[in-house]
T-cell receptor, first 110, second 111 residues
Framework: GENVEQHPSTLSVQEGDSAVIKCTYS??????FPWYKQELGKGPQLIIDIRSNVGEKKDQRIAVTLNKTAKHFSLHITETQPEDSAVYFC?????????FGAGTRLTVKP | GAVVSQHPSRVICKSGTSVKIECRSLDFQATTMFWYRQFPKQSLMLMATSNEGSKATYEQGVEKDKFLINHASLTLSTLTVTSAHPEDSSFYIC???????FGSGTRLTVV
């Protein structure tokens, strides 16, 4: 089955700096890679996703890159703000099977 | 966009009782829904896949008789934790295949 590894587990940045979270996956059949933001006591919220036929996708301050050959994908947040502080999860999916990374706790210090 | 409503958001129950959690797709039909469990500071662990009109598919190690799943309509899936014990205390989250939208989660505390 799919195995998703996520690094780092914690990340602290200064407001305005960039944050990068990286994930690797094991199953080459995975073709959908979403990123979720989870705030305390709430369900995960989809913030951006990418499919295997695309190498990069950007939405305002958030971007995701995918390297299918190396089986890794990354989340980039630019101009970070305190409200970006949360736990971020990557996931890899094929058909009905979605597996999550362990999560990254991002803290943006004002 | 796709919205998944989950209720209740918090529930406290006594050991030995059963608790039902509902997950509804509000603006679309969800033939497939997923139930996850999340322990503090950990990732989401898939418990089962709920299919409308058929039996749920449980992940290895998940007791199907303890975590009863019913998906009787295209907009509603329920998870019932039967004979709850303190170790069942956790955050339970549902999601729908459409856009992989998640519910807001249910914090279950068994005392």
């Amino acid at each position: 089955g799919e195995n998703v590894e996520q690094h780092p587990s914690t990340l602290s940045v200064q407001e305005g700096d960039s944050a990068v979270i990286k994930c690797t996956y094991s199953d080459s059949a995975s073709n959908y890679f979403p990123w979720y933001k989870q705030e305390l006591g709430k369900g995960p919220q989809l913030i951006i996703d990418i499919r295997s036929n695309v190498g990069e996708k950007k939405d305002q301050r958030i971007a995701v890159t995918l390297n299918k050959t190396a089986k890794h994908f990354s989340l980039h947040i630019t101009e970070t703000q305190p409200e970006d502080s949360a736990v971020y999860f990557c996931a890899a999916s094929f058909d009905n099977d979605m597996r999550f990374g362990a999560g990254t706790r991002l803290t943006v210090k004002p | 966009g796709a919205v998944v409503s989950q209720h209740p958001s918090r529930v406290i129950c006594k050991s030995g009782t059963s608790v039902k959690i509902e997950c509804r797709s509000l603006d679309f039909q969800a033939t497939t829904m997923f139930w996850y469990r999340q322990f503090p500071k950990q990732s989401l662990m898939l418990m089962a896949t709920s299919n409308e009109g058929s039996k749920a598919t449980y992940e290895q190690g998940v007791e199907k008789d303890k975590f009863l799943i019913n998906h009787a309509s295209l907009t509603l899936s329920t998870l019932t934790v039967t004979s709850a014990h303190p170790e069942d205390s956790s955050f339970y989250i549902c999601s729908a295949k459409y856009g992989y939208t998640f519910g807001s989660g249910t914090r279950l505390t068994v005392v």
